[in-house]
C-alpha cells in the first residue's frame, strides 16, 4: 500500500476527506464519470480512491473495489483506520470486493466476493465486474492499480479494452477509478489512458503533504490548482 506523508489520520472515529471531487469543480455531472487519478508512488491516490467510495456509500452509492496489489484484508484495514468500516456494507453486499491479488500471489483467500485469477485477461474482469455490478445502482468502482494490469496485459489492445469497460460501466450508470502510477510506463502511456478517462487528477508530495489537482474533467470547469489533500476527524 501507498504510506503515509503527514497527512491527518484518524484512527478510530470516522474521518471525512477534502477536497473531494465535488470540491474541485464548479458545475457538471459527477455520476457515470471515469476518473484517472495520476501521481508517483505514495502520494496518496490509494487514500483518495478509498476516500471516494466511503463518500460514495454515506450518499447511497454502493462500491466495488478491484484490488490487484494488495490483499482486500489491507483494503479493509487501510479504509477502517480512518473510520471508514466497510464490513456492514459488505454484508449487505453494498461493498464488493474483486481479488485480483490472493490467488495469484499464492496467498490465502480472504473472503471476497469475487476472485480474478488472471489479471492479464481484462474480459475476464470485465465478466467478473459486470456480475459483481448485476443489482446495484449508481455504484461507484476502484481498480487499484491500472498500472499493474497495463504490465501484465498486451500493450497494443490494452487501452481499446480499457476504454470498452470503464465505457459500459459509465453507461450503465456507474463510475469508475482508475489508480495509475507515475514513473512506471512511458509517456505515451500516460497520455493515451488520461485522454482516454472523463477526468484526471493529478497527485503529488510537497513539503511533506498530500497534493491533489484536477487537470481536466469533460463538461465542467476546473481550477487546475494544487490542493492539500486532508483527511481529519468529522
Same mark, same amino acid.
Given at each position: 500500500?501507498?504510506?503515509?506523508?503527514?497527512?491527518?489520520?484518524?484512527?478510530?472515529?470516522?474521518?471525512?476527506?477534502?477536497?473531494?471531487?465535488?470540491?474541485?469543480?464548479?458545475?457538471?455531472?459527477?455520476?457515470?464519470?471515469?476518473?484517472?487519478?495520476?501521481?508517483?508512488?505514495?502520494?496518496? +491516490?490509494?487514500?483518495?480512491?478509498?476516500?471516494?467510495?466511503?463518500?460514495?456509500? +454515506?450518499?447511497?452509492?454502493?462500491?466495488?473495489?478491484?484490488?490487484?496489489?494488495v490483499?482486500?484484508?489491507? &483494503?479493509?484495514? !487501510?479504509?477502517?483506520?480512518?473510520?471508514?468500516?466497510?464490513?456492514?456494507?459488505?454484508?449487505?453486499?453494498?461493498?464488493?470486493?474483486? @481479488?485480483?491479488?490472493?490467488e495469484?500471489? $499464492?496467498?490465502?483467500?480472504? $473472503?471476497?466476493?469475487?476472485?480474478?485469477? +488472471?489479471?492479464? @485477461?481484462?474480459?475476464?474482469?470485465?465478466?467478473?465486474?459486470? !456480475?459483481? #455490478?448485476?443489482?446495484?445502482?449508481?455504484?461507484?468502482?476502484?481498480? !487499484?492499480? #491500472?498500472?499493474?494490469?497495463?504490465?501484465?496485459?498486451?500493450?497494443?489492445?490494452?487501452?481499446?479494452?480499457?476504454?470498452?469497460l470503464?465505457?459500459? &460501466?459509465?453507461?450503465?450508470?456507474?463510475?469508475?477509478?482508475?489508480? #495509475?502510477?507515475?514513473?512506471?510506463? @512511458?509517456? +505515451?502511456?500516460?497520455?493515451?489512458?488520461?485522454?482516454?478517462?472523463?477526468? &484526471?487528477?493529478?497527485?503529488k508530495?510537497?513539503?511533506?503533504?498530500?497534493?491533489?489537482?484536477?487537470?481536466?474533467?469533460? $463538461?465542467?470547469?476546473?481550477?487546475?490548482?494544487?490542493?492539500?489533500?486532508?483527511?481529519?476527524?468529522?
Open positions: 500500500m501507498e504510506k503515509e506523508a503527514t497527512q491527518t489520520v484518524s484512527t478510530g472515529p470516522e474521518s471525512i476527506a477534502y477536497p473531494m471531487i465535488s470540491d474541485l469543480v464548479k458545475f457538471g455531472q459527477l455520476t457515470q464519470v471515469s476518473y484517472m487519478l495520476l501521481g508517483p508512488l505514495g502520494s496518496g +491516490k490509494t487514500t483518495y480512491a478509498e476516500a471516494f467510495l466511503a463518500e460514495g456509500l +454515506k450518499l447511497g452509492f454502493p462500491a466495488v473495489f478491484v484490488t490487484t496489489d490483499s482486500p484484508r489491507v &483494503v479493509r484495514n !487501510d479504509m477502517s483506520r480512518h473510520g471508514w468500516s466497510v464490513e456492514e456494507y459488505e454484508l449487505s453486499s453494498q461493498f464488493i470486493f474483486i @481479488d485480483g491479488y490472493s495469484r500471489m $499464492g496467498a490465502p483467500h480472504t $473472503g471476497a466476493s469475487y476472485s480474478l485469477s +488472471k489479471i492479464d @485477461d481484462i474480459s475476464e474482469l470485465g465478466i467478473i465486474l459486470f !456480475d459483481a #455490478l448485476e443489482g446495484l445502482v449508481c455504484a461507484r468502482v476502484v481498480v !487499484d492499480s #491500472l498500472s499493474t494490469l497495463i504490465l501484465h496485459s498486451n500493450p497494443a489492445t490494452m487501452p481499446r479494452s480499457m476504454q470498452r470503464s465505457g459500459r &460501466v459509465t453507461q450503465n450508470s456507474h463510475s469508475i477509478m482508475f489508480v #495509475l502510477e507515475e514513473g512506471v510506463h @512511458d509517456e +505515451k502511456t500516460y497520455a493515451t489512458f488520461s485522454y482516454l478517462a472523463d477526468a &484526471v487528477l493529478r497527485f508530495i510537497e513539503d511533506n503533504q498530500f497534493c491533489v489537482r484536477m487537470d481536466r474533467m469533460r $463538461g465542467t470547469d476546473t481550477s487546475r490548482d494544487w490542493h492539500p489533500f486532508v483527511i481529519g476527524p468529522k
